[in-house]
Nanobody
Framework: QVQLVESGGGLVQAGGSLRLSCVASGRTFSTYRMGWFRQAPGKEREFVAAISWSGGNTNYADSVKGRFTISRDNAKNTVYLQMNSLKPEDTAVYTC???????????????????WGQGTQVTVSS
């Protein structure tokens, strides 16, 4: 069982930056692939970014490529999402997710992940 707790959300002006963190419980964090998803009001949940168990492989949604960076620190059981050049359309609840297995295959499907956090709100004002 893995519990995920996100933090770092908040209100920021367009063009600003935020760094989200997701801390995982347990001693097997390094065996999980991690992902970030987001859901805006009235919209479907969408994939943002994913990272392999070692951090050596990453994948991004086209809408955030070049602006967001996913990373992880296995010693701290934490995955990060650095968000730069934020836009009002980035406003959403951001949720981290964990997928078991030391594979370099990264999924953009929320249903492929085994554990999810509660989410943290990110609001970007224009």
């Amino acid at each position: 069982q893995v519990q995920l707790v996100e933090s770092g959300g908040g209100l920021v002006q367009a063009g600003g930056s935020l760094r989200l963190s997701c801390v995982a419980s347990g001693r097997t964090f390094s065996t999980y692939r991690m992902g970030w998803f987001r859901q805006a009001p009235g919209k479907e949940r969408e994939f943002v970014a994913a990272i392999s168990w070692s951090g050596g492989n990453t994948n991004y949604a086209d809408s955030v490529k070049g602006r967001f960076t996913i990373s992880r620190d296995n010693a701290k059981n934490t995955v990060y999402l650095q968000m730069n050049s934020l836009k009002p359309e980035d406003t959403a609840v951001y949720t981290c997710a964990a997928r078991a297995g030391r594979s370099y295959s990264l999924s953009s499907k929320f249903s492929d992940y085994d554990y999810w956090g509660q989410g943290t709100q990110v609001t970007v004002s224009s």
